[in-house]
């Protein structure tokens, strides 16, 4: 073909396409009705049947972005505008939810019960944390509810000290822990448990059994509105440098602590308010003599009411501020104790304090205060305490965290003539992932419990320090190192040791 030949086709083709240009303009100029009907009929889809998680409204005249077909080209879709609204709106038609590039949806979006924590209780709040640390396809699942259930085993020495006398022993301690959380749309319940049992294999010594059980249901009343119920039991046995421990004893008291409690909280803008009622009853048992005589405590017995209220002002969503009043009851089962005592009392308290919700890296709350208890025999002096309570939960970096608890509290004596003491107990615990599957943890604590008056030589300084390690064998089995040391100084008396080991495995689910 010539050179002359090749211009002319190339020119023919030129003319056909401009003449197919020019008739795809009029076609479209000339009926823009077809384009307005197509609009119409797209506004009229529902928003959210194609709407792309990820993709934001925008203003008139947006485009979606462009579809993969399965041939790797692309597809613009074209967003059309709502006379309603000024959002883009997504032609369902388009299917672009089968991207597998697309943003994943969040479980959680939706959901009103995501995980609190409380602040008034340090082994609730550890419980918790714990099921919250499990993975989260682990445990089994009853209907609507979720079981975290572990089982562990260990063997354990106990080396004990108090001036020229040492006892040792070998023992075993089984215990168990679980969790129970629903997975409603509305509302959330809680129950957290976990307790050991100890068996002595070898040497002298006491066994120390211990329980914890706590329960939680929030029931959202309304967007600002929610009640809470809980109920608490805890089991365990005195120690015998206690104050009121009974002297020379082979097994002392079992303490048992119920408590049950309801409260209501709701938001008006930034001002937070909330009453609560709580409930807690003691119950003591018998104590064991060492020539096999039993020693009955039932007139420690007693119930603890309290009525708060809390009133806190939100600075920021991560800081609020607090004042909280309590007044209350101590009612004793029998009027009169074994020395002819009367101890029930009336208690007021009052605090003030900050609470701090950074999410996952600093979250809890701390508080200062003043508690005053007036008894009904005149024989006691009134007991009056500075308090400082809190529980802080800091994570300052992935895979490691400090939980610190500040505790005071006003334990009444047994002891004629005696009111009773005041306990403040600081505690905190470090833990850290040394590798995926391995953590480390470190303890420490201070306790230090005063009395008033000529009951002062009584006072005791408790000083506690541990370390442990973590080996996460796999999904289902750990295993477990653990050493403790507990010192106990007396202003007057002489002062006891104690050298705890325990290693073990725990089978969890």
């Not at 005195?238 to 119920?258: H, L, R």
């Not at 101590?330 to 074994?338: A, K, T």
């Amino acid at each position: 073909m010539t050179l002359l030949q090749d211009r002319d086709t190339y020119g023919a083709g030129r003319l056909d396409l401009r003449a197919f240009a020019v008739v795809l303009a009029v076609c479209v100029f000339a009926h823009p009705s077809l384009l307005s009907a197509q609009q119409a009929a797209s506004s009229t889809r529902p928003a959210t049947a194609g709407t792309l998680p990820g993709v934001s409204t925008g203003t008139t005249g947006q485009t979606a972005p462009a579809a993969a077909t399965a041939n790797g080209s692309t597809t613009a879709t074209t967003a059309v505008t709502d006379p309603a609204t000024t959002g883009a709106i997504v032609d369902p038609s388009a299917a672009p939810l089968a991207d597998p590039d697309a943003i994943p949806v969040d479980e959680d979006i939706g959901r009103q019960n995501l995980r609190e924590t409380r602040l008034d209780d340090a082994t609730a709040d550890r419980i918790r944390r714990s099921a919250g640390d499990a993975e989260d396809d682990s445990g089994i699942r009853l209907g609507s509810l979720i079981l975290r259930p572990s089982i562990s085993q260990k063997l354990g020495s106990e080396t004990q000290r108090a001036g020229d006398s040492k006892e040792n022993r070998i023992f075993s301690e089984t215990g168990l822990k679980g969790t129970l959380t629903s997975d409603w749309s509305r509302h959330e319940l809680t129950l957290g448990a976990e307790g050991a049992w100890q068996e002595t294999l070898s040497g002298e010594g006491t066994d120390k059994p211990r329980a914890n059980i706590d329960a939680r249901l929030r029931l959202d009343l309304a967007d600002d509105t929610i009640a809470i119920i809980n109920g608490a039991y805890s089991f365990g046995r005195e120690d015998t440098d206690d104050p009121n421990a009974v002297s020379g004893a082979k097994v002392q008291s079992g303490v048992n602590q119920y408590g049950l409690g309801a409260s209501v909280e709701r938001d008006f803008g930034l001002i937070r308010g909330s009453i609560a009622a709580d409930v807690t009853r003691f119950q003591y048992s018998d104590a064991e003599l060492s020539n096999g005589a039993t020693l009955e405590r039932s007139d420690r017995n007693r119930n603890r009411y309290t009525l708060s209220s809390r009133l806190g002002y939100e600075i920021s969503p991560a800081l609020t501020p607090f004042v909280e009043g309590t007044i209350g009851r101590i009612d004793y089962d029998e009027d009169v104790d074994s020395a002819g005592y009367r101890r029930s009392a009336d208690l007021y308290g009052a605090k003030t304090g900050v609470a701090v919700d950074l999410g996952e890296k600093l979250r809890g709350e701390i508080a200062v205060g003043y508690e005053h208890q007036t008894y009904e025999d005149a024989r006691l002096e009134e007991l009056s305490a500075l308090t400082l309570d809190g529980n802080i939960f800091w994570s300052p970096r992935e895979g490691t965290s400090i939980d610190l608890t500040l505790d005071t509290t006003i334990d009444p004596s047994t002891t004629a003539g005696v009111n009773g003491a005041t306990i403040h107990r600081f505690t905190t615990e470090l833990a850290h992932d040394l590798r995926s599957n391995l953590v480390a943890r470190l303890t420490g604590g201070t306790t230090f419990t005063n009395y008033d008056g000529d009951a002062a030589s009584s006072d005791t300084t408790a000083y506690l320090a541990g370390a442990g390690l973590t080996w996460k064998i796999n999904r289902y089995l750990d295993a477990t190192a653990d050493l403790t040391y507990e010192r106990t100084n007396y202003k007057t008396g002489t002062d006891n040791d104690t050298v705890t080991a325990l290693v073990g495995v725990t089978a969890k689910r």
